[in-house]
């Protein structure tokens, strides 16, 4: 059964302060690796996909990489309005036409000023 | 802008009382997507469509039912809600694989809708 771990449940920290999010997984054959934000009451928000270990990606303050057993994903120097929940998903279906993603429970992360 | 619509934002239902939640897309993707997400917890697949073709998971109640009449709409019917129904419904859509090509199934959300159950 696939599986999906993220740590910390939730991180508390200084606007600048620098830090990563980590997503173990367990998967007989990864397709993809995604990385979404969610903000209260909203529903998740795509921000990266990574299909091979090695693999980098950035987008402003956020920047996720992969190895074949774990995803970071790396916030430098944060602002409060990066503060949501961070979601870890992995796509393991081999041999179909779509991905069924298998979701990590997440990472609440507050930044304060 | 192109988006997946999710409607009503809120609902309020009475145990045992049938509800239907809407989903409609402008992306034009061929898979769409239940999922069930409670407080804290993640996103639970409930059930798929690929084009016509419904998938349900093992583990999803019968409770839960769901219709796409055409590409745009999807609809999530619950029979009987019952207390333990109440949760945040997301709705998501994608694309195909390409054949031979890097997976590019990207899921894009909508809103969500939230459910109470009295």
């Known amino acids: 059964e696939d599986q999906v771990t993220q740590s910390p449940e939730a991180l508390r920290l200084q606007e600048g302060e620098s830090s990563s999010l980590n997503c173990s997984y367990t998967?007989?054959?990864?397709?993809?690796l995604f990385w979404y934000r969610q903000d209260p009451g909203k529903g998740p928000e795509f921000l990266f996909t990574l299909y091979s270990a090695g693999e980098e990606k950035e987008k402003e303050r956020l920047k996720a990489t992969l190895t074949k057993k774990e995803s970071f994903l790396h916030i430098t120097a944060p602002k409060p309005e990066d503060s949501a929940t961070y979601l870890c998903a992995v796509d393991a279906t081999g041999g179909t036409s779509y991905g069924k993603l298998t979701f990590g429970q997440g990472t609440i992360l507050t930044v304060h000023p | 802008d192109a988006m997946v619509i999710q409607n009503p934002r809120y609902q309020v239902t009475q145990f045992g009382k049938p509800v239907t939640l809407s989903c409609s897309q402008t992306?034009?993707?061929?898979?769409m997507y239940w999922y069930q997400q409670k407080s804290s917890q993640a996103p639970k697949l409930l059930f798929h469509?690929?084009?016509?073709?419904?998938?349900n998971e093992a583990d999803t109640p019968d409770n839960f039912q769901s219709r796409r009449p055409n590409t745009s709409f999807c609809f999530l019917d619950i029979r009987s809600p019952g207390l333990g129904d109440a949760a945040m419904y997301l709705c998501a859509t994608s694309r195909e694989r390409v054949a031979g090509g890097q997976a590019k199934n990207i899921q894009y959300f909508g809103a969500g809708t939230r459910l109470s159950v009295l």
């Open positions: 992306l034009n993707h061929n898979v």
């Open positions: 998967v007989s054959g990864l397709r993809g």
């Open positions: 469509y690929y084009d016509k073709d419904f998938n």
